[in-house]
Each structure stands twice: as C-alpha cells, then as structure tokens.
C-alpha cells in the first residue's frame, strides 16, 4: 500500500520513510573508529546495501514490515533495548497516523487497547493538520519562527476502558523537507498574508498545493502519561479552585498566559456582554481591567465596533484578531474608533475570545500585547486548549453571583414576577456594583400602568365552613356520649356521670348558631378534659378498653378529632383553588407573549388576581393600548374558561360547593410601588388609593337598592364606572357569545354606594356550560382585536 494511501488527512506533504542520516553516521563511524563499534556499524552497512530503498525512501508501507528486524538494528542506538518497557516511543512521520518500530511499552499499549482501536491525534481536523504542515515548511525550509505548537494528545483506552490522555513530544532530527516540482515559491508579502488567514484554508492551499513537498526520512514521537498532569492540575487550581476572580487570581492567569504565548509583555482584560441589551459592560469581578470599555461602565456594543467586526464576535463566536493595530487601521477605516481605541492604550496586536458556556454567551476575554504581531491568527489556536478551563471559571462565578442578586431579591424583596424581574435584579446589581457599602436599597415603581382584577370565588365558604366544621363536632359529641354512657354503665362513677352531663351541655349549645369562639371552646373541652379522661383509665373491664380504641381510632390522626365533613370541605376548597389556579397560570404564558406585564394571583376562598400592563413594565417593547385591550377580552375569555372548568370537575368533589365571578374594570392608569416593608406591590398615592378600596369591598356588595348581591353563581359580573368601559366591555361580552362562552341576556344595574366610592356599574351575563365549535369563516377573535385596532 502507498504511503499517500495511509494518510486519512490529506496535506502539502509526500512521505517517503528513509534511513539515510542514520546510514550516513554509521558509514562516518565504520571510517574513523577502530574498535568493536565499527566492526558493529560496517556490519549493518553490509546489510543494508542489499535494500537501496532503506537510504532513498520507501513509498510502500509493507516495505517496514518486511524490513522490520533490519530498521531496528539501524535504530538501536535511537531505541535502546534497556528502556524498551520504560520508555513510550516510536519512529514516525510527524502528523501521520503512522508509526512503527514501537518499544515495548508503547506496543502494550496498543495491544490493551484492542485491534479495532485507531490511533489519532486528538482534534487534528484537515485544516489545522494542513496549516501545520505549511508552518513546518516555513520554519525548517525559510527560516521563519511561527510558534504553531500547541500541546497534541493521543487518547488511548486501556484493557479496562479507561481513557489515558498521552502528550505527544516529536523529533524531526532525522528528516528534511524538499520541494518538488509542484511547490511555489514564497515571498515576505505573502507569508504577512498568511500570518493573519490561519482561517483562510483555501489561501494556504494555494500557496501550498498538495503533495507540493518532500518529508524525507523518519521521525521519532515520545509519549508520556499526562492524564494527571501536574501542570493541567495547577491550571484548573488557580481558575477553578479560588472562590473569588480577584486580583490573584487574575495575575495567575495573566501569568500562565504569558508563559504559554512566551509574550512578556502580555496582558488580559475581559468583558461582559450583555446579549439582551446590546451592551458591553465593565465584568463585575475585582480591579479586572477592559481593554475595550477603557474608562467607562458600559457602552452599546456598535459604538466601538463596525458591523463586521461585531458580527464575527458576537453572532459568529469567533476569535477576533488583530495582528497589527496600526496596519489594521489602515485597511478597515470604518473600524477606525476600534483601533484608535486600541493604540490609545499601547496596544499594537490583540486577540478577542468569546466566553460561551451552554449557549450564555458571558463576554470575551481580551490578550493583548504592545507589539505588533506578537498575537496573530496562528497563535491564537492555543485558546482552544486553556479557554475550557477560564470558561468554566466565569461559568461559576456568573452562577454564584446570580445566586447572590437572587439572594438580594428574595431578602429585600421577596418572590417576584418574572416580567419586572429585570428591575428588582438591575437594583440589586447596582448595590452589588457599590461594593455593598450601602445598604439602602431603592423602593421600586412602576408608574402609568394599568390594573386588572378578577376574581373566582367560593359562593358562601364561611357557612359552609361553619355547617361543617358543627356537623364534625355534633357528631364526635355523640360519639362520646355513646362512650362515656357504655362506660357508666359497667362502672357507675361520680366522674363519668359529670362527664356525661358537661357533653349533654355542649350538644344543646350546637343547636344553637356558632359563635366565634364555638369551636375552639369546644375543641380545646375534649383535647384537655375529655380525652385525658378516657387515655388514664385504669380497669380490668375489657370491653370499656376496646370501646375506647374504637373511639380514637375513628378520630384523625392529625387533630384528634372528628375530621370527616370539614375534610371534605377542606379538600373540595382545595382542589378547586387548585385546579382555578392551574388553570390561570397556563394561560399566563401565553398572555405574556401578547406583551409583557405584570401578574400575581392569590389562593383564599377562590382564586383572585392581578395584573398590570404598561410601557414601564417592559421598557424594551413598544407599547400600544390594543395590548391593554387585548389583556382585559383575554381575561374575560379565561374567567369564563375557568368557570367551565370547574363545572367539568364539580361532580367529582366530596363537597357541594358554587362559585361566583367578578372582573374589575378601572381605566386610569395608576402607579404601584414594592412595599419594603410588606415584600408586596401596592397602590402609590392618596388617588390610586382609591382602586384598592373598590376591589377589597365589591365582591361582598348589593345591586343598588336591594339586598341581592351583584355577584351570582353560574354569571359573571363585571364592575366599571365609565360609559366607554361599558361599551368596550359590551363588545367583548358579544364577542364570547358569537363562541357561546356566554348567555344571551346582559344584565346592567348600579352598584350600592361603598365608603368613600360611588357611582359604580355592573353588567352581569350568564356562563354557558357548554361550548360549540366554531363554525368556518365566523367572526373570530383575531376580527375584534384587528377591528379595535382600526379604531385606535
């Protein structure tokens, strides 16, 4: 088989394997020695004359193995037989996966490895392989210094599986390189080119055709075990292991990078990238330096840079490298602010690398130098193996600083709205920035934004918590009566007989209407006096015992009480402030996305909520009263879906319970204001106050002149004080109709005058329970929104 044929990454190279410096010492030692290494030297010289191809290069790889004992014997003093089990080692072509005359150890290796393994060099892709080649060409035929290196690995499993990482050290004393007749010369002007296109693999391609030159002779590569490298691990300790990116931890870094780029004067910055608002920003970690920010805290990210140069940081996620400012500014005027940026600072070559961790884009770290060509596009590929290690730093320290605003929130300000969270963490931010010398935090508001308020509540959930709650205890007091007359029975006691009379006393008093203090009278009576009495006592008669286990077995195992008919209201209450609220939450995402705003609900006897849109909740979107008008039908919509729901699960609850709904119409905007104190948004101002008094007393209020309530089970009632409120609201109610979420009879009544606010109104409009399809080309939903948008 053809050398070329091995290769599995084509490149500028055409490898013949040949001996022929080794030959050419042994023939300088066969003419000047005289002693026995000579004789040793003429020797193999004699066997080698018989196989020409050894000193003019093999082309054919089946040719090594049949000259395998002889190119041993020529490499004896390159591989001696003494450390073949020490030492890790092969002859080889430098960036071919070919290599043989192994030691002994190396072949272990291989062997444990199994014969389906392949060795290859770790992330060697065609274009790097490539490029390598032609910086080897450079270096060795003209003479120049690329310092293309970076550390290569081979991957090796052994007989177990495990995965040892091996770093490869090469020795090109015994080739050389020559151009064939496909070779180009290269001028200075294009190696300029070259040094800043290491992307570029079509222009090295052409200045470097393949199979354009010769590697004559053999290699030889020295593995060694690097899987706990000493140097990795001290690597990781200084960026992975410090609970802070302070100034230590910088000048460690800074170090480490100067000793990998062998740069003395090298320096690192790094700058946060905030995505959302388009914005660099100054990192918030201790006395770390920008390079791009300079002096300020922060800039929009098209201030410094052009279009181009943006994209291919930001969007791209590629390096963005300069190997020369000032040549730089002289061929990409528009990216002049850039670059006198740059020089104003003494920077003459830089590299800008993005910090990207699960698709967080975090900033990019900055390495510059105030040398021209000192950082370039080849040595720019060493990032590649120290990156993962500072990224996952910043990765972590992002997190814990995260951990540390959430902290500030939830101590300061408790759970919040995802839709104004932005605010709550950029004033959390802003102390964090003050090195928390303050401890001031500001109270948050959001003025000019408008309330909606809607409400599913338990109809008469105080009665039928009282009916229950003395269904519970008529029934324990019959229970004990039974029990204690059973027990005076067998046993006449004093104690008993009084027992029995104090229960008579508590049944007579249930017959009577609760008061207030009824039930925990009551309850505190058994636990404290009644229950002591039965737990204590002492006889031998076995049915008073077994009596008495029947009755605390009856009991809940929790309040040790009678728990049946309050537990079925409990539970009725429960699941359906469960399923309301589940309900209301899942149709939240998709309200959101109409436009940000603000909601909170609250679980009591029902499910009420509350939300709040305005331009200063989101401030990043363009805000238009069609979102608010949007909001207010999506409501009504949801109200309606909810009572749906819950005549969907009111056959299946253990307690017979109706609910009652109410929205809220106020059309002034107001302002709310985080209450420090209370952890909670209200209300600001004396005026706005005024929508707090409406929504805490409506629900409980008579139509005007009567003693029904405005609300009813089975309707729905809003509540508006303006005419244009009733209009808007009339249209929806048409609307839900047309889809028979609604009955076909609107009523319309004053509401009774409350302390302190007259001159409300309600419609109230029945719910249907059941729901058609809707019919082809009716009128939909989109049709009202597009109609109330040709109004606006």
């Known amino acids: 088989m053809k050398m070329e044929d091995a290769q599995l990454i084509k490149g500028p190279f055409i490898a013949r394997i040949a001996f022929h410096k080794v030959l050419e010492k042994l023939e300088e030692i066969a003419e000047n020695d005289v002693d026995y290494r000579a004789d040793y030297a003429r020797a193999l010289l004699k066997h080698a004359a018989a196989s020409p191809e050894l000193r003019d290069g093999i082309d054919d790889i089946t040719q090594i193995e049949k000259h395998a004992p002889l190119i041993r014997n020529l490499l004896a003093d390159l591989f001696p037989t003494a450390l073949t089990n020490n030492e890790i080692k092969a002859a080889t072509i430098p960036f071919f996966n070919l290599t043989f005359n192994h030691t002994a150890r190396f072949q272990n290796i291989l062997s444990a490895a199994g014969t389906d393994f392949d060795i290859n060099i770790r992330n060697m892709d065609e274009h790097q392989f490539y490029v390598f080649c032609c910086c080897l060409v450079l270096n060795s035929y003209y003479g120049y210094h690329f310092d293309f290196n970076k550390p290569l690995f081979y991957d090796i499993p052994d007989a177990g599986g495990i995965m040892h990482h091996y770093r490869i050290l090469y020795n090109g004393d015994f080739m050389e390189i020559i151009p064939t007749d496909k070779a180009k010369e290269i001028t200075p002007e294009e190696v300029e080119v070259l040094m800043d296109n290491f992307d570029d693999l079509a222009l090295w391609k052409e200045k470097f055709p393949e199979e354009s030159w010769l590697v004559k002779g053999f290699g030889m590569v020295t593995l060694y075990d690097a899987t706990t490298e000493s140097a990795i691990s001290n690597l990781k300790s200084n960026l992975l292991i410090s609970e802070e990116f302070d100034e230590l931890t910088k000048d460690n870094v800074e170090g480490i990078f100067r000793s990998i780029y062998k740069i003395a004067d090298l320096r690192i910055g790094f700058t946060e990238v905030n995505t959302e608002d388009n914005q660099f920003r100054m990192a918030p970690f201790a006395d770390i330096k920008s390079h791009i ?171 039928a918590r009282n009916q229950s709650t003395e269904k519970d205890l008529v029934l324990q007091i019959q229970k004990l009566l039974r029990l204690f007359r059973f027990i005076f029975d067998e046993e006449q006691l004093p104690l008993i007989e009084q027992h029995i009379y104090e229960l008579e006393s508590v049944e007579d008093k249930l017959r009577d209407a609760l008061k207030a203090d009824t039930e925990s009278n009551i309850q505190n009576y058994i636990i404290t006096e009644v229950h002591p009495v039965l737990q204590h006592f002492d006889t031998a008669n076995n049915a008073i015992h077994t009596r008495i286990k029947e009755y605390f077995n009856s009991l809940d195992t929790k309040v040790k009480m009678v728990y049946d008919s309050r537990k079925d209201f409990d539970d009725t209450l429960s699941a359906i402030n469960k399923q309301m609220a589940a309900l209301l939450d899942e149709k939240q995402k998709d309200a959101q996305k109409f436009f940000p705003h603000y909601y909170e609900r609250f679980k009591t006897d029902g ?74 948004f209200d209300v600001d101002g004396t005026y706005n106050a005024r929508y707090e008094v409406v929504k805490k007393r409506i629900d409980k209020s008579n139509i005007k002149g009567t003693n029904e309530r405005i609300t009813q089970k089975g309707k729905i009632t809003i509540v508006y004080s303006q005419k244009k409120e009733e209009q808007e609201y009339r249209r929806y109610i048409q609307f839900l109709q047309h889809k028979h979420l609604l009955g076909n009879v609107i009523e319309t009544f004053d509401v009774e005058d409350l302390q302190g606010v007259t001159g409300l109104k309600a419609l109230r409009v029945a719910i249907n329970y059941k729901t058609s399809q809707k019919k082809e080309g009716a009128y939909t939903y989109e049709d009202l929104l597009h109609e109330l948008q040709q109004q606006k």
């Open 293 to 463: 920010l300079k002096d300020v805290n922060e800039m929009d990210c098209g201030a410094m840079f052009c279009s181009d140069s943006l994209d291919e940081i930001l969007h791209d996620k590629k390096y963005l490298i300069v190997s020369d400012v000032e040549k730089f500014l002289e061929e990409n005027p528009e990216d002049a602010e850039l670059a006198h940026h740059l020089l104003a600072q003494d920077i003459k070559s830089c590299i800008l690398a993005p910090i990207i961790k699960n698709e967080r884009f975090y900033g990019f770290i900055e390495l510059v130098s105030s040398r021209p060509k000192e950082l370039n596009s080849i040595n720019a590929n060493k990032l590649d193996y120290i990156l993962p290690f500072l990224t996952d730093t910043v990765e972590r320290y992002y997190g814990e600083l995260q951990n540390e605003i959430d902290a500030i929130i939830q101590n300061e300000y408790t759970a919040i709205h995802h839709s104004v969270y932005w605010k709550f963490r950029e004033e959390a931010m802003a102390h964090l920035r003050q090195q928390k010398n303050s401890q001031n935090f500001k109270e948050i508001v959001f003025k000019e934004v408008y309330p909606l308020y809607g409400q599913i509540d338990v109809k008469g959930s105080s009665t």
């Open 607 to 680: 499910v009420e909520h509350n939300l709040y849109i305005g331009a200063s909740i989101s401030p990043k979107h363009q805000y238009n009263p069609l979102y608010l008008n949007n909001l207010r039908l999506w409501q009504l919509q949801v109200m309606c879906e909810m009572e749906n729901e819950y005549y969907r699960i009111k056959p299946t609850l253990p307690y017979e319970l109706d609910v009652t709904s109410m929205i809220l119409v106020f059309s002034s905007p107001i302002s709310i204001r985080f209450r420090m104190d209370e952890k909670r």
